[in-house]
């Protein structure tokens, strides 16, 4: 063994701990560290020949990047839609690493059966039928993928093609539509020869991101052939839903596949004040819930939920002959874009099995809470305006002033992160650029707002006198 290997194996729990101080640190300070900071290229080093072993990587480390790092898991982090971590999850995450478990589901492991108990729970907590299989993939564009690729495979077996195996080549274009789907749909398309251009936008609702069901009824009667419908739960500007009991009524008259981008809406579940929101989300095809957003655990984890898993293994499946037999759950490796797969399920298993139904309703109704306060102290401001309604978690507001442009919401929105004590992220919204604050972890209390507001406050009298 190599000698810096060995000094390491025989230091391990040394390293342990010095990588729990590390950890700690930073968690420590999750109250006052910038959310977010401007870091421009660093100069790259040359890969070392001899290493400097785990205990000097760990000083190093510490001494010239930590203090660099987002504090995107702290309370006044407002930028996407960005979970923190739970405690609990924190836990599950670090043992994914020490066990390092391949939850690809071959027969060595209790893994995969946690991850198939992972998404049971799952299944409650959205309230979805137990007909639907899920799976965990990298993130909510990964599982809009993963859907996507299912519907494809549909629009062929009902045009009497087998995709999977034929290909797309000969295939006349698929046709999709939407009321305002997420980038991500439209990445997806792209990366499985749909193409961007084959998304038709239907119209919404007066003053609304929700589908006007009426425009998506006679876009279906113009399509006159099986097509893919994604309906958005939760829309990124103003978390707005898609009626899902009236799309699953045009189902019985329609011959369409319906995909549900509930990447963070989906928590709307947790609430009995919002969970009419998702009502007739079982009639979904196909389903996109986010876990590294709402349910705060750490990144690379989104789940993936279908009423078809014949087709999700015709897409998917592995032929590989050491695999073992597909038609037995839970063989993820036949089900899901990887093959070795990160046991992705254990931090969401921990945080579920720690804080439990009651603690995510919590989580979800506080932060709901603390948007609309935002949103009432920007609505009663001389110098922001809302651009829309707060329906739950997301504010999305513009300076108020004649034209705001693009540049100068950049430049408010650079002085806020240079301030230190929240960030957001900019967004155009019905052709207005302006400011998303997006409000969606476990730590954020109504007084993190407040401190938000007078933040915004200062920076935009400074604005002004610069002017
Ligand atoms: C965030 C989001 C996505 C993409 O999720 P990633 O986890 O970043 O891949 C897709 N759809 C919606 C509605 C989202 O909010």
Redesign the pocket.
């Known amino acids: 063994m190599h000698r810096q290997l060995r000094t390491d194996l025989n230091n391990f729990e040394k390293i342990l701990s010095h990588t729990t101080a590390v950890a700690k640190e930073h968690l420590n300070q999750l109250d006052t560290l910038p959310p977010g900071r401007f870091i421009s290229d660093i100069p790259l080093q040359d890969l070392p020949l001899k290493g400097i072993g785990a205990e000097a990587v760990l000083d190093y480390f510490q001494k010239n990047f930590a203090h660099q790092m987002a504090n995107s898991t702290g309370p006044r982090y407002f930028g996407?839609?960005t979970g923190g971590s739970t405690p609990a999850s924190i836990a599950g995450d670090w043992l994914v690493s020490a066990y390092d478990q391949n939850a690809c589901g071959s027969n060595d492991s209790i893994a995969p059966q946690l991850e198939r108990q992972t998404i049971h729970f799952f299944k409650e907590l959205f309230g979805l039928s137990e007909a639907y299989f899920g799976s965990f993939v990298?993130?909510?564009?990964?599982?809009?993928f993963t859907s996507l690729a299912l519907a494809r495979q549909w629009v062929g077996e009902q045009r009497g093609v087998d995709f999977s195996n034929d290909g797309l080549c000969e295939a006349a274009p698929i046709k999709i539509l939407s009321g305002t789907p997420?980038?991500?749909?439209m990445k997806s398309l792209s990366m499985l020869g749909i193409g961007r251009k084959s998304m038709i936008k239907i119209e919404t609702l007066p003053d609304r991101e929700a589908v006007d069901i009426v425009a998506l009824e006679n876009n279906l009667k113009e399509a006159g052939e099986p097509v893919i419908v994604v309906a958005?739960s939760?829309?990124?500007n103003t978390v707005d839903f898609d009626d899902l009991e009236a799309i699953g009524r045009l189902k019985s008259k329609y011959n369409f596949w319906l995909h549900v981008?509930?990447?963070?809406?989906g928590f709307a579940a947790c609430s009995e004040k919002y969970a009419h929101y998702l009502s007739g989300i079982n009639h979904a095809d196909s389903i996109?819930i986010?876990a590294?957003?709402w349910l705060n655990v750490p990144y690379d984890a989104?789940m993936q939920f279908t009423r078809h898993k014949r087709t999700q293994l015709q897409v998917f499946q592995n032929s590989a002959a050491y695999l073992g037999d597909p038609e037995k759950s839970p063989d993820y490796f036949h089900y899901t874009p990887e093959n070795s797969r990160r046991f992705r399920a254990l931090p969401s298993w921990f945080t579920l099995m720690a804080y439990g139904k009651e603690g995510y309703q919590e989580i979800v109704e506080r932060n709901c809470e603390a948007a609309h306060h935002f949103g009432e102290l920007i609505k009663a401001s001389e110098n922001f305006q809302l651009l829309a309604p707060v329906r739950m978690n997301v504010v999305c507001f513009t300076l108020r002033e004649i034209d705001t442009t693009m540049e100068a919401i950049k430049r408010f929105l650079d002085g806020v992160r240079d301030d230190g004590r929240v960030f957001f992220t900019p967004t155009v919204y019905r052709g207005i650029p302006g400011i998303r604050a997006a409000v969606s972890n476990w730590l954020t209390e109504r007084e993190d707002m407040e401190l938000a507001f007078e933040v915004i406050t200062v920076v935009n009298q400074k604005m002004k006198l610069q002017v």
């Open positions: 996407f839609v990298t993130g909510a564009t990964m599982a809009n997420h980038s991500s749909i958005n939760g829309t990124v981008d509930a990447a963070f809406g996109t986010d590294h957003k989104a």
